[in-house]
């Protein structure tokens, strides 16, 4: 197992670190580009030393785009599969980047706000991942890295269609802008939930599970993104996504308020039940874990456990996942095993004694 997955296990990146004043509802914002080499075919039609060779000269270009001594590459092709699932669980790579078979790899900036994919659905994937709802500072950071790297690799790019990407729902822009949302409030009342479903669906936004396209809504976790940028400028994606977040916490926000003055002793027990079952369990599942921490972390920013850090519940939310757990014992592990695993790092997070003070 590759040595540097133990400091990894330890920690998470600076964007589930780091709070800011729309963290209770609105966990990070994420904006990713997909790029294409010109004269390549696309990943899905590459021979083998094709892709080799595409992603020797992307690793070279990215490192010697002078983006810091903190960037570091890792090639996935000979990467155990807990490496795989480790960097995943980080949302440093995708579930596709993590299944293929050719000449793939990542490179990431030390806090891992900066990432990039070589060879996953597109040569290259781009992403900025910040704390909170921080659409602006992340569309800055990305234009650099873009412009850093279209200096140095011809992208396929036409004027007509604007960038040519493996999907086409990608063609244009290349951009997808999403942001990661708790929304456990709207989660206990189904038809203000599908109030939120539907208002992003007439903006042609989708909301996706915590690891994206493809996965379900494990503890109340959501990506809302854009669907399509064929004809569409990057400034009209950030508008559509930045008048809609408002309102989404707005309304999240309202729904607490409400189940706390209405149905206070059933929020209580679900939010204690879910306490308890995280400080005491002997073996518990990823899902029992994450839902349970959702509970808890709703629990900690309503001021109904006073003790409890939501710093320390988004660090659980990554670090109860099998990847995390495998590499902190330095060995693969059977599901029950994970499951022991997981409760006794649970029990050890949140300590022997005397239970939070109620508020």
């Known amino acids: ?45 590459m021979r083998e030393t094709q892709a080799a060779e595409l992603a020797d000269r992307l690793r070279e270009g990215i490192l010697g785009a002078g983006f810091g001594k903190d960037f ?8 155990s599969r807990v490496c795989r699932d480790l960097l995943l669980e980080r949302h440093l790579i995708s579930r596709e980047l993590a299944g293929g078979k050719l000449d793939r790899g990542v490179a990431f900036s030390e806090p891992e706000t900066v990432g990039l994919m070589v060879n996953e659905e597109d040569h290259l994937r781009i992403q900025v991942l910040l704390p909170g709802f921080a659409l602006d500072e992340a569309w800055s950071r990305i234009s ?14 036409r004027d007509d269609f604007g960038y040519l990407t493996a999907c086409p729902t990608n063609i244009g822009t290349g951009m997808r ?25 007439k903006t042609n936004l989708a909301m996706r599970g915590l690891h994206g396209e493809g996965t379900r809504a494990t503890g109340d976790f959501y990506q809302i993104s854009n669907q399509v940028t064929l004809g569409r400028s990057e400034e009209s ?53 994450i839902t349970s921490l959702s509970a808890v972390r709703l629990g900690a920013y309503l001021g109904l456990l006073t003790d409890v ?8 939310l990554v670090l109860v996942q099998p ?26 997070s949140f300590g022997a004694g005397a239970p939070p003070e109620r508020a």
Do not use: C
């Open 144 to 157: 650099a890295i873009d412009r850093a790297l279209e200096s140095r690799i011809d992208f396929a790019h």
């Open 1 to 45: 197992m590759e040595p540097f997955l133990k400091e990894f296990s330890a920690r998470v990146g600076a964007w589930l670190e780091t709070a800011t004043t729309e963290s209770d509802v609105v966990v990070s914002t994420r904006i990713r580009l997909a790029r294409n080499v010109e004269g390549y075919p696309f990943v899905g039609r």
């Open 323 to 348: 990847g995390h757990l495998q590499a902190k014992v330095g060995r693969e592990l059977g599901p029950p095993e994970r499951d022991v695993e997981r409760a006794a790092l649970l029990r050890d």
């Open 237 to 289: 994606l950030l508008s559509d996504l930045g008048r809609i977040l408002p309102h989404v916490l707005t309304f999240e926000r309202r729904v607490r308020e409400e189940l706390t003055k209405e149905s206070r002793a059933m929020l209580e027990d679900r939010i204690w039940r879910s306490y308890g079952l995280l400080r005491n369990a002997r073996s518990i599942s990823t899902d029992e874990a």
């Open 72 to 79: 570091r590459y890792i090639s996935l092709r000979e990467s």
């Open 177 to 201: 802008v999403s942001v990661m949302v708790h929304l456990p409030a709207l989660g206990l009342v189904e038809r203000e939930m599908k109030k939120v479903f539907n208002a992003a669906a």
């Open 309 to 316: 850090q939501p710093s320390t519940l988004n660090r659980l």
